[in-house]
């Protein structure tokens, strides 16, 4: 199922049945439903979670730990204590978030801006955060993300487009006659920003990698303490697998927009990224994506165990166990 059918789809699974007596023992930040987590035709596990802009700034705790206003302009979601001296041990402190199940997540997610064709910021609404088995390893084969991990996705000093394994541009209406893993989500990607037509959906996904090297929660680069899987072959997933060198297989994280194409804002192809300062190159091509775990580490046990593991498509939210995390989105 594709990015904007799961958000359409998933607005109203919130239980505000028969279980008031039994509310205060749930952990803040949980609520009941009904919702029955599904079996998916791809043999995958898939978890998404909301997470709102929380502020922007032109901080980057990774790149630029400790030094204020060094970076291009980032839009943060989910905690909103994050700036350029963050740690994973002050991602603790936060009181509230903007991610759902409030604190149970206090992680740490950014990009770089992204302007239209008039140098105006687009907002990024509604962004689905994905933790998912992915297409490659085996869903069995999947651990549960170690705390303190920092990962970055992509790379924002390119001058070369990056090929489609981290960064990943689509239109919605775009067709395609091959066979994925899953037909809803065709992998018919480019890695620069396209010319969508108006009314058209630009998608933006970045994918972060999934393989550990099992003893590092960073690197210099942020970088190299992760790989990428080697590929399954559509349309059979679990065919891949993580290198010897990172034989941790941990979940699958990816960022997810879909951004209405306007007149106004012009085509995709005249938008830039903030990274994107090299004239003359495409759009999009520095586009990448940073990431400091911070969530509950029994929440995330669960999302592995009763989610992923077992190859469910627990949809927004849901937990597998009759519970769910508390939307951030307004009914």
Not at 14 to 28: A, F, I, K, W
Not at 122 to 134: A, C, N, Q, R, V
Not at 143 to 172: D, H, S, V
Not at 254 to 261: A, L, P
């Amino acid at each position: 199922m594709g990015l904007l059918l799961i958000t359409a789809a998933c607005n109203n699974t919130v239980d505000s049945g028969n279980h008031n007596e039994q509310e205060n023992t749930l952990e803040d930040g949980l609520v009941y439903s009904n919702e029955e987590v599904g079996e998916r035709e791809d043999k995958t596990g898939a978890f998404r979670t909301n997470c709102l802009e929380s502020h922007e700034s032109n901080d980057d705790p990774l790149v630029f730990p400790g030094q204020k206003d060094m970076a291009h302009h980032h839009v943060f979601f989910g905690n909103p204590l994050v700036d350029a001296h963050t740690t994973s041990e002050s991602l603790q402190e936060a009181t509230e978030t903007s991610c759902d199940g409030k604190t149970l997540n206090k992680s740490a997610y950014w990009v770089p801006a992204l302007f239209d064709q008039h140098g105006e910021r687009i907002e990024y609404i509604d962004p689905l955060f994905y933790y998912k088995t992915g297409y490659h390893v085996p869903a069995q084969s999947i651990q549960t993300l170690p705390e303190g991990l920092k990962i970055i996705a992509g790379n924002a000093m390119t001058r070369e487009p990056q090929g489609t394994q981290a960064i990943k541009f689509r239109c919605n209406s775009w067709e395609s006659d091959v066979d994925w893993f899953d037909p809803g989500d065709p992998l018919d990607h480019v890695d620069y920003l396209p010319d969508c037509v108006t009314d058209d959906i630009l998608e933006i996904r970045i994918l972060f990698p999934q393989c550990w090297d099992g003893q590092n929660l960073s690197s210099e680069d942020h970088q190299s303490h992760m790989a990428y899987p080697s590929r399954a072959t559509p349309p059979v997933a679990g065919t891949g697998s993580c290198p010897s060198s990172h034989p941790i297989a941990l979940p699958e994280i990816s960022y997810n927009f879909g951004i209405y194409v306007t007149e106004d804002r012009g085509s995709p192809s005249t938008w830039r990224f903030s990274s994107d300062l090299h004239k003359g190159t495409s759009g999009g091509i520095t586009a990448h994506a940073d990431w400091m775990n911070g969530w509950d580490p029994d929440i995330m046990e669960r999302i592995v165990e009763q989610c992923l593991k077992p190859a469910k498509e627990c949809m927004v939210g849901l937990l597998g166990d009759g519970t769910r995390l508390e939307s951030v989105i307004e009914e």
